[in-house]
């Protein structure tokens, strides 16, 4: 699947990955991913050749479980993980390319973050905290409702979006995904507004829901909603049939349906604007994570694909490629032994073999 951190919707966002070459830890079947995620559709692209243009030493060990966001303006936001049991760390802040510095010091940790141009939203199992990105004072928090983590990977079970002064945070429900919206400009209590079996933060504030009914639902910023057809539903002995909202991008929402065996998937593209079934199916794997970015659509490639992935290294196979509407790869640009992808402003995190640090690469066409 498009990986199941929500990178940031709008922007990436409440992505959180256990960084090794080859593996992205998933998040079930939430929309990453998802943080991810992960539709930026109004965003100008550049359509020149891929590259490196620098790479920025993170202050963070190799193999940790990390959060991360990136914010409209490219900002990158970091911090160590913290799931049931809280644990004080520190929010990174990557302006540019500039050396990271201090955001915040939380001393509950983060599960997940988000950040828009005026906020950074920090989330943990039991509040979300939004500080100003002027001052780094703390502007507001609020209790969360309170979910099971009973027979759960006990990670990235919390995701948030944010867009203009309004948070959006998913969480599980039992068997389903809820998300509540939060407003950042009032104390007032999380409000629950979209509950389905798979969903995805779209572009500007919206949503992209599998239903309980498998309709396939946009829920727009304004709270307006459009209904698409149904998802399938027909699961066969080896795992696969099913589909799930999985991500946006391109002016499309990409739905997956895994094979149930090894890691081969397909995804099946919708208009974003109309949820109309449009073009050929995409053949992948079910680590492949996808962002919107000012280089247009964009894919995280692990291993095999169509289009071969330069080898520069024994350690790694690991390409961002460029997608288009029609699913078409092309543009292989190596990029190490990199395990997340961020848009608007294209980068990876990637483990640095040499220093056991990560480092955070910035992209551009």
Same mark, same amino acid.
């Given at each position: 699947?498009?990986?199941?951190?929500?990178?940031?919707?709008?922007? $990436? =966002?409440? *992505?959180?990955?256990? &960084?090794?070459?080859?593996?992205?830890?998933?998040? #079930? +079947?939430?929309?990453? %991913?998802? !943080?991810?995620?992960?539709?930026?559709?109004?965003?100008?692209?550049?359509?020149?050749?891929?590259?490196?243009?620098?790479?920025?030493?993170?202050?963070?060990?190799?193999?940790?479980?990390?959060?991360?966001?990136?914010?409209?303006?490219?900002?990158?936001?970091?911090?160590?993980?913290?799931?049931?049991?809280?644990?004080?760390?520190?929010?990174? $802040? =990557?302006? *540019?390319?500039?050396? &990271?510095?201090?955001?915040?010091?939380?001393?509950? #940790? +983060?599960?997940?973050? %988000?950040? !828009?141009?005026?906020?950074?939203?920090?989330?943990?199992?039991?509040?979300?905290?939004?500080?100003?990105?002027?001052?780094?004072?703390?502007?507001?928090?609020?209790?969360?409702?309170?979910?099971?983590?009973?027979?759960?990977?006990?990670?990235?079970?919390?995701?948030?979006?944010?867009?203009?002064?309004?948070?959006?945070?998913?969480?599980?429900?039992?068997?389903?995904?809820?998300?509540?919206?939060?407003?950042?400009?009032?104390?007032?209590?999380?409000?629950?507004?979209?509950?389905?079996?798979?969903?995805?933060?779209?572009?500007?504030?919206?949503?992209?829901?599998?239903?309980?009914?498998?309709?396939?639902?946009?829920?727009?910023?304004?709270?307006?909603?459009?209904?698409?057809?149904?998802?399938?539903?027909?699961?066969?002995?080896?795992?696969?049939?099913?589909?799930?909202?999985?991500?946006?991008?391109?002016?499309?929402?990409?739905?997956?349906?895994?094979?149930?065996?090894?890691?081969?998937?397909?995804?099946?593209?919708?208009?974003?604007?109309?949820?109309?079934?449009?073009?050929?199916?995409?053949?992948?794997?079910?680590?492949?994570?996808?962002?919107?970015?000012?280089?247009?659509?964009?894919?995280?490639?692990?291993?095999?694909?169509?289009?071969?992935?330069?080898?520069?290294?024994?350690?790694?196979?690991?390409?961002?490629?460029?997608?288009?509407?029609?699913?078409?790869?092309?543009?292989?640009?190596?990029?190490?032994?990199?395990?997340?992808?961020?848009?608007?402003?294209?980068?990876?995190?990637?483990?640095?073999?040499?220093?056991?640090?990560?480092?955070?690469?910035?992209?551009?066409?």
């Amino acid at each position: 699947m498009l990986a199941k951190y929500v990178g940031v919707a709008a922007f $990436v =966002v409440g *992505g959180s990955l256990l &960084p090794a070459p080859l593996l992205v830890a998933q998040s #079930g +079947a939430r929309g990453s %991913a998802h !943080d991810a995620t992960r539709g930026t559709s109004s965003i100008p692209h550049t359509l020149g050749p891929l590259h490196i243009t620098s790479s920025i030493a993170l202050p963070i060990t190799a193999g940790t479980v990390i959060t991360f966001a990136e914010a409209p303006d490219g900002a990158v936001f970091l911090a160590r993980q913290s799931t049931t049991t809280p644990k004080p760390s520190v929010v990174w $802040v =990557v302006d *540019g390319t500039s050396a &990271p510095s201090v955001a915040e010091r939380l001393p509950r #940790g +983060a599960s997940a973050l %988000a950040a !828009d141009t005026k906020n950074l939203y920090v989330a943990d199992y039991k509040r979300l905290t939004v500080f100003s990105r002027h001052t780094g004072d703390e502007v507001r928090a609020w209790a969360l409702p309170n979910f099971s983590t009973a027979n759960t990977s006990d990670a990235d079970l919390v995701s948030i979006s944010a867009y203009k002064g309004i948070a959006l945070v998913m969480l599980p429900r039992g068997k389903f995904e809820a998300v509540y919206q939060v407003n950042g400009a009032t104390p007032a209590a999380p409000k629950l507004v979209a509950q389905g079996s798979s969903m995805v933060f779209g572009p500007e504030g919206s949503l992209f829901i599998e239903r309980r009914d498998r309709r396939l639902v946009e829920r727009t910023a304004r709270g307006s909603v459009i209904v698409g057809p149904k998802l399938r539903d027909a699961p066969t002995p080896l795992g696969g049939g099913v589909q799930f909202v999985d991500a946006v991008a391109a002016g499309l929402v990409w739905v997956s349906e895994p094979a149930g065996q090894g890691l081969d998937t397909s995804f099946a593209m919708y208009a974003e604007s109309s949820l109309k079934l449009v073009g050929s199916s995409h053949q992948g794997l079910v680590n492949e994570q996808i962002v919107d970015s000012s280089s247009g659509a964009l894919v995280l490639g692990f291993g095999d694909s169509p289009v071969k992935c330069p080898q520069t290294s024994s350690l790694s196979n690991v390409c961002v490629y460029r997608i288009s509407s029609a699913a078409v790869l092309s543009d292989p640009t190596p990029v190490g032994s990199a395990f997340a992808l961020l848009g608007p402003q294209p980068a990876v995190i990637t483990t640095n073999g040499t220093s056991n640090q990560l480092d955070l690469e910035r992209l551009a066409s």
